[in-house]
């Protein structure tokens, strides 16, 4: 019944489509987001083969629909937060080794650890994966800032030049 705090916020209050977009629009159901995008006016993706990459695709589209002046920085924030919401196990381990908590168990609790290892090993390819890609799904819809060309100034000589007469004490 006492469950405490689960979390707060400072500052001044933001808006609940802010704050989906903030969270790459994380536990939202695909068929809230098709809503809101029909409500947006704005089209959807085509379907991607891969079932994940779609449903970062339509968080994107509605994030775009909500926030059109995100960047793309916050962009891949957002969707690195969706992920972390929506795979808990992808940033988590166990605190004892596998063997050693093994040892105190009995078979069947064993084989129950040796699972969620495994799932546990199988998260953290998945967020390799979504590393890999989210730059180029994030790049469909939000453009990354241009980088600053900077003027290349030349060093600062200490010889003189070539072109310089050299005078000689004699």
């Known amino acids: 019944d006492d469950l405490g705090v689960y979390s707060w916020q400072t500052g ?5 489509l802010d704050a989906q977009c903030f969270r790459g629009f994380a536990g939202v159901p ?4 098709k809503q809101l995008l029909d409500v947006k006016g ?3 993706p085509a379907s991607s083969c891969h079932e994940d990459v ?9 994030m775009k629909a909500v926030k059109s002046d995100m960047s793309h920085e916050e962009a891949m924030r957002a969707l690195d937060r969706r992920f972390d919401i929506e795979n808990v196990d992808a940033t988590g381990g166990l605190a004892v080794p596998n063997d050693m908590l093994c040892e ?3 078979p069947s609790e064993s084989r129950d650890v040796a699972d969620y290892v495994k799932a546990l090993e199988s998260a953290a ?4 994966q979504h590393v890999t890609s989210r730059k180029t799904t ?12 900077t003027k290349q100034t030349p060093a600062p000589r200490w ?12």
């Not at 469909?140 to 980088?147: E, G, S």
């Open 125 to 128: 390819l998945a967020k390799e």
């Open 138 to 149: 994030v790049g469909k819809y939000f453009k990354p800032k241009p980088k600053k060309k």
């Open 30 to 33: 695909e068929k809230m987001m």
């Open 12 to 16: 001044a209050p933001i808006g609940v």
């Open 42 to 44: 704005a089209s959807l």
């Open 159 to 170: 010889l003189p030049n070539q072109n310089h007469q050299r005078r000689h004490l004699m």
């Open 54 to 62: 779609a449903g970062d695709e339509l968080a994107l589209l509605a």
């Open 104 to 106: 105190l168990l009995s």
